[in-house]
């Protein structure tokens, strides 16, 4: 997903302005994993794919997001996440 629009996303609950984390980029500069968190409610929202997953918490499918979300743990700002919520330090 191209940078632009995904600074353009909010968060779906209180429309606060993400946080924007990139971890993979395509050759085009475009994001392909990332996560985004909202420092109002705490939720993060991965970028799988290049897709962020902001669906409502209870069709969020933990099995697709963990892989990634560990994945790229150690250089998360954070080093806990519960309930799609990063705890802070
Ligand atoms: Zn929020």
Same mark, same amino acid.
């Given at each position: 997903?191209?940078?632009?629009?995904?600074?353009?996303?909010?968060?779906?609950? $209180?429309? $606060?302005?993400?946080?924007?984390?990139?971890?993979?980029?395509?050759?085009?500069?475009?994001?392909?994993?990332?996560?985004?968190?909202? +420092?109002?409610?705490?939720?993060?929202? +991965?970028?799988?794919?290049?897709?962020?997953?902001?669906?409502? $918490?209870?069709?969020?499918?933990?099995?697709?997001?963990? +892989?990634?979300?560990?994945?790229?743990?150690?250089?998360?700002?954070?080093?806990?996440?519960?309930?799609?919520?990063?705890?802070?330090?």
């Amino acid at each position: 997903m191209k940078k632009e629009l995904i600074n353009k996303l909010c968060c779906p609950f $209180d429309k $606060d302005e993400l946080d924007l984390q990139i971890f993979a980029e395509d050759l085009s500069g475009d994001i392909r994993e990332g996560i985004l968190i909202c +420092p109002t409610c705490k939720r993060y929202y +991965p970028i799988i794919h290049g897709i962020p997953i902001m669906s409502p $918490d209870e069709y969020r499918e933990k099995e697709l997001e963990l +892989p990634v979300v560990n994945r790229w743990k150690n250089q998360l700002k954070t080093n806990k996440v519960e309930n799609f919520r990063v705890i802070e330090k």
